[in-house]
């Protein structure tokens, strides 16, 4: 991610969350083939727990940034 604040000293955050099925991604490395990008009619990612790891990160991280002392 990348964190910074703006010319106006207001904080910002930009992150880039990995959201690859387990089983595609340990049959990717096997086999050598690449996943399907983001913008992809065949990316299929494991909704549920990329949705909750992505929102617990972004939340506790512009928590932190928020708070953090200027």
Known sequence: GRYGRTGENIP???M???AANNDMWERSRSEGFTLPALHN???LPDYRPTLTTG???MARTMID???REQ
């Open 41 to 43: 009619e065949a990316f």
């Open 16 to 18: 880039w969350l990995g």
């Open 65 to 67: 940034l928020f708070n």
């Open 12 to 14: 910002i955050a930009l």
């Open 55 to 57: 929102v617990r990160a």
